[in-house]
């Protein structure tokens, strides 16, 4: 289980340029998993621009480790060489996104606003990928009235096969008074169209809210937040790369948990790869999450938010 | 003589439209070459990444991120604007419209915005890049 210690100098020059990954920071959760932050330090242009090399670099990095037993991709790199697909297929250790955790968490997260505010229904933004689907999915199976929003014919009849309702984003939003935003492409939402007194649970970046005045009572929070696992250890790097990437002193982003409970539990199938992603996978997570003690958290900015804090939202008029 | 290939060409049409079916989960028949990337087959950002990184290994060629943009303004003069605040001017719109011959005229029309554009796409329009590419490759190593 677990990820062990890596040197810096380990990589050498490949394909003109010079690689080096750095170890940011050991994480652990005592008695369940230990693991290390690993940074692959290009650019966001240089890792767009050149996918093969990316996957090549990415591939250098899991190739110098030793004893692991799951990868899991952050940020771009979960997105480039068609999500992990290309990586898994270089390397002999499970590759995972951590799309299933940042579902999971968004979809207990949402469960709870609504239980909070006695809203029945959302919109939700982003049903064109893979974690607006997955979460349109699961509010649905839980009983919640979905309506997931975006043009196209593509995505009108995805929405009518699932079961639930379609509409264009400003008609969804405005409509609907908790908003689920999902999307990889952010600043899709003038804040004008959000109800006064409505939330907004926002799913990992991008920010789905363009610029600009915002109406009175909006609550924003931060759709895929875990409690920050107890006993959770990750030095004093660590805790400077936790507030650095915005995590907040108490809190962690769900995907980075994917690895740490695959291999806590021995898991050695991904949770997440690729475009699909199940609800029987997200499922999977949320068992084994729940093992170790994993909660989601609702929380706008680095704060929790309690029910106390709906309270202007409940019964309001928009 | 060597003839450039064709975007309709099964050897390029069939890697592309595996290529879509791959990264959007979708059967074969439902991606056609008139299909229309976003509107008829739900792709969104992500998935073009994907699109691009299965057609440069599968062609062995390199697709600059923007290039259809960038052919667009690269048939302009010095001076001449594609775009104001990110609205195509009217030269713009003359231009993306060469660049893009696969896209019927009436679609684009005036005040047409750069973010607007990816709507236009069609299944084709990759076609016609991948052979674009190839023959310029060609030619390079020629």
Redesign the interface.
């Known amino acids: 289980m677990g990820v062990r210690r890596l040197d810096f100098g380990l990589y050498g020059s490949r394909h003109g340029r010079d690689f080096d990954a750095g170890r940011i920071c050991e994480v652990s959760m005592p008695g369940a998993a230990v693991g290390e932050i690993i940074s692959v330090p290009w650019m966001p242009h240089e890792l767009l621009e050149d996918q093969s090399s990316a996957v090549d670099a990415m591939a250098e990095a899991v190739d110098a480790l030793s004893g692991v037993s799951a990868v899991g991709l952050g940020s771009l790199l979960a997105v480039v060489g068609s999500r992990g697909e290309a990586l898994a297929s270089r390397v002999d250790v499970p590759i995972t996104t951590g799309a299933a955790a940042t579902s999971w968490a968004a979809i207990e997260n949402t469960l709870q606003v609504l239980d909070w505010t006695g809203e029945k229904s959302v919109a939700l933004l982003g049903f064109s990928g893979t974690v607006g689907e997955t979460v349109a999915a699961g509010l649905k199976r839980a009983g919640v009235e979905v309506t997931a929003t975006g043009r196209g014919r593509a995505l009108a009849r995805r929405a009518e096969e699932m079961g639930v309702g379609f509409t264009s984003i400003q008609e969804g939003v405005s409509s609907h008074k908790v908003v689920v935003g999902a999307g990889t492409t952010g600043s899709v939402v003038e804040p004008q169209w959000m109800q006064t007194n409505s939330v907004l649970v926002d799913v990992a970046l991008p920010s789905s809210l363009k610029k600009g005045e915002r109406p009175t009572g909006l609550l924003i929070l931060a759709g895929e937040a875990m409690d920050l696992p107890k006993g959770w250890r990750r030095g004093f790097w660590g805790r400077i790369y936790h507030l650095l990437a915005g995590y907040g002193p108490h809190q962690i982003y769900a995907c980075l948990a994917e690895p740490m409970v695959m291999a806590a539990h021995g898991i050695d199938e991904p949770f997440a790869q690729g475009r699909k992603l199940s609800l029987e996978k997200v499922d999977v997570f949320s068992e084994a999450a729940q093992d170790l003690g994993l909660e989601a958290r609702l929380a706008s900015g680095w704060k929790s938010v309690e029910k106390k804090h709906f309270a202007h939202i409940q019964g309001g008029v928009g | 003589m060597i003839h450039p290939p064709h975007p309709r060409d099964p050897a390029i049409f069939g890697v592309v439209q595996d290529a879509f079916a791959e ?3 979708l059967d074969l028949d439902e991606v056609e070459y008139e299909s ?1 990337i ?10 073009l ?2 699109i ?3 057609l ?2 599968a062609f062995d060629i390199k697709i ?2 923007g290039g259809i943009e960038s052919a667009a303004r690269d048939g302009l003069e010095e001076g001449e604007a594609y775009e104001v605040n990110g609205v195509l001017t009217a030269l713009g719109i003359e231009k993306l419209a060469e660049a893009m011959p696969e896209v019927p005229r009436a679609e684009f029309r005036e005040g047409l915005k750069v973010a607007e554009v990816p709507l236009l796409f069609r299944v084709a329009t990759f076609c016609r890049l991948v052979c674009h590419l190839i023959e310029s490759k060609g030619r390079q190593s020629a």
Do not use: H, N, Y
């Open positions: 990264a959007l989960g229309k976003i509107e008829d087959l739900g792709a969104e950002s992500l998935d990444l994907d691009v990184f299965r440069e290994r600059p991120r």
